[in-house]
C-alpha cells in the first residue's frame, strides 16, 4: 500500500465542494449562479478528476477567483474558456472540445448506433419474412425435444 | 502460525485449481465421468482451500497480527472490532483474495449443482472456471500474497483509511466482488458452449440465472457504493463518472445488455453468437475494472495506489482470458446455426435495439474514460474527459433506450403490430405528459431537463404498468379473475416489471435532485440561523467535543425547522483520526420522505463579527433517495426472476417436460 499517496487523495476529498464558500462569493447573485455554472466545466488542473467546483486545492481557488473576476466583468464563456486554454491547454476543460482529432469521442458511440440500425435494416430486407411454420406450441415441443 | 497456513491454502487452491483444468478437460476428451468428477472435486477443494487462507486473513485481522503485512497497514488495535474484520478486504492484496474466493465459489457452485446441465458442457464450464482460477490465484500467490510476513513487526497497525469506517463502504466490496465475478460463470459457460458448438435455448437457460445472480448483486454492489459517496464523502453528490465508478458501471451495461438477449436466445433461439459474445464481454469488463482501479493509469479520486509491476500483470491476465475467450469466438462463432427468424417489428426487435444503444453506451463510458490515455498515446494532447461529456453522450443514447423501453414487452414475438402496442400505451404516454409539464411549470430551477427527466420516469412506470394490465387482463375480466391470471404469472414477469419500475424511480430522483439541488454554506457561531432551501432553516445550538473509539471530533448540534415547526435534530461530525492524522467528516441526513436535509460540518473560522464560527454546509436533495431506492429495487426484481421455477438451478428439466402444457410458457 503506498500510504502517502493515498493520504494526499483522501486530503483532497475531505473538504469537497468547496465553490460554495462564502468568503469567496459574488455578491450579484445571478453573476455568482453563472460561474459555479462554468466551475463544473473547468478542471482543477493539480487534482484528481474534480472540477474547480469541488475542489478545496489552492490552485482550485485561484482559478474561481480568476473566473469570477471575468464573469464580474460581463465576459462571455467562450472568451472565458479560450483564456484559460491558453494559459493551461484544453486539459483544464472537463467537456472536451468537438475538434476532427476529438471526433472518435464525441461520435464512436452514435456510430455504433448507426451501424448497427443500418446492419439490421439491411438484413431485415434481405431475409425473407418469416412464416408461421409451426405455432408457438409446436415450437416449445420441440425445444423440448431438443433438450439433449 | 496462522497466516502461514493461509499461505499454504493459498499455494493449495493454485494447485488444486491446475488438477481442475487438468482433469476436466482430461475427462472431457476421454470420455471418462470419473476424471470429470474428480475435476468437479478439485473445484470444490480449492474453494474451501481459499475459503480457509481468508478465514488466516481475518483471524490476523481480528487478533491485530501486525507481523502481517498487511494487518499492520490496514488495521489499528483501537479500530472497533467490525472494521478490523472489513479491513480484509479494505485493500488491494485482500481485495484480490475476496475477487479469488468468489470466483472459486461459483466454481464449486457450478461442479456441486445441475445434473440438469449436460456433462460435456459442464467438463468445458468446470475447466474454464479453473483456468480463470490458476490465473486469478496464482497472481495472489507470486504477485499479491496478503498473509506476507514482515522481518520486525511494529507495534500498531497504520489503521485503515477512515473513509472505508463505514458500515456501507464494509460491506459494499463483497457484493461488488460477487457480481464482478459472478460474470466469470456466464464467461465460462459461453467458453464452454463455443467449444461444445451448441449456443441453443437449452443453453441460454442456464446462462440466465447466472447473469441474473450476477446483475443482482452488481447492482447492489454499484449502489451501496454510491450511497457510500453520497453520504461519507460530504459532496452532496452520488455519481461523478470517476473512472473508478466507471469500471464498476460498464460490466454493469454488458450484464444488462445480455440478460435481456439471452431471453431472447432462450425464447426464440435467436440472436445466439451475439448472447455468447455479450457473455464473454461482461467478464471482459469485469477484468478490465480489476485492472484499471488497480494499475494507477487513470487518476481517480479513489483508486488502489500500487506500483505498476502488478498492473501490468492484472493486464497480462485480461490479455490471456479475453484474448483467448474472443479467439475462440472468431474461429467458432461463424459455425453456429442461425437462430429463429423475426420481423423488423416484433419483441426480438426491441431487445436487439435495447442492445444496440447499451452497446453504444458502454462504449460511451469506455471511451470516455480511457480517452485522456488513448489522446495521450495518439496526440500527445492531455486531455479531459468529465462529467459534462457523459451526462451528454451517455444521457441522449440511454434517453433513446428507455423512450423505447415500455413499448418492447407489450410487443409480440417474431411479429408485432406497433400501432396496437402504441394504442395500448396511450393512457401511460399522457402520464407522462402532464407530469414532465408539471415539473416544467412549478419545479425550480433548470426546468426543461427536469421536465424531461420526470416524463421518461412516468413513461417507464406507466408503460410497465400498463404491460401487467395487460397480462391481467384488467378492465376486460372481473377483479378476481384478474387477480388470480396477476398470482398466476411467472415470477420472471413480476421480475421484469420490478426492475423497470425501479429504473422509472431512480430516473424520477436523478432528475429531481439532479436539478432541485440546493447548496449553502455560511460560517456559523453558536445561535446563527441558515435557510437551507427547499422551505428548511437550521440553527447552531451547541458545539462539542466527542471522544470516539478510534477518533476525536467536534459535533455541532442544529435544530432543523419548516415553517417554525421543529422537523429534526443534525449531529454532523468533522472527525480526527489520530492513528493515521486524517480527518474526515460524518455527515447528518434529516431523512424528510424520499429527500434530505445533508449537513456537514466544517473547519472552525472567524465571523463576519470576529467571533469564531463554523464552515457549515447544507445540501437540500430533494427526492434523493429514490435514486438509490430504483436500483434496490432492479436487484428485487432481479431475485424475484431467480426465483422462477424455470430458471431454478438444478432443477430436473425431465419436470419441466412432464408438465406438458405447463411448459408451453405465456408469450412474455
Redesign the interface.
Known sequence: ???G???T?????????AA????EQLPNRAQEAHARALF??I?CVVC????ID?SDAEVAGNLRQAVRAQVAEGQSDQQIKAFLVQRY????????TFSP??A???L???V??LA??GL??FR?RR????EASLT??EE?KL??L??? | MTAELGSFALILAFALSIAQVALSAGGRLRGSAALTGAGEGAAVGAFVSIAAAFAALMYAFVTSDFSVANVAANSHTAQPLFYKITGAWGSHEGSMLLWCLALTGYGAVVALTGPGLPWRLKATTVASQGCLGVLFIGYTVFASNPLLRVANPLVEGASLNPLLQDPFFAIHPPFLYSGYVGMSVVFSLGVGALIEGRVDAAWARWVRPWSLVAWSLLTIGITLGSFWSYYVLGWGGWWAWDPVENASFMPWLVATALLHSATVTEKRGAMAAWTVFLALLAFTFSMLGAFLVRSGILTSVHAFALEPKRGILLLDILGIAAGSGFALFAWRAPSLPPGGLFAPISRESALLLNNLFLSAATVAVLFGTLYPLIAQAAFGAAVSVGPPYFNLVFGSLMGAVLLILPIGPLMAWKRGELKGVLQRLWWAALAAVVAGALVFAFHEPRKAFAGAGVALGVWLIGGTLTELAERARLGRTSLSEAGRRLRALPRGAWGMTFAHIGLGVFLLGAAIDGTGKVETAKVMAVGDQVDAGGGYHLSLDQVGQVDGPNYLANRGTLSVTKAGNPICTAAPERRFYPASGQTTSKVALCLRGVSDVYVVFGEQRTGANGQPGWLVRIFWNPWARMIFLGPLLMALGGGISLSDRRLRIGLPRRAAGTRGAASLEPAE
Open positions: 500500500m503506498r500510504l499517496r493515498l493520504l487523495i483522501v486530503a483532497a476529498l475531505v473538504c469537497l465542494a460554495e464558500d462564502p468568503a463544473k466545466e478542471r484528481q478528476n474534480e472540477s469541488d491547454g484544453e486539459f483544464i476543460l472537463m467537456r472536451p482529432a476529438n472518435l469521442l464525441w464512436s458511440p452514435f455504433i448506433v448497427g440500425a439490421l435494416v431485415a431475409a425473407p419474412a418469416p408457438d406450441a416449445a425445444r423440448e431438443k433438450d439433449f
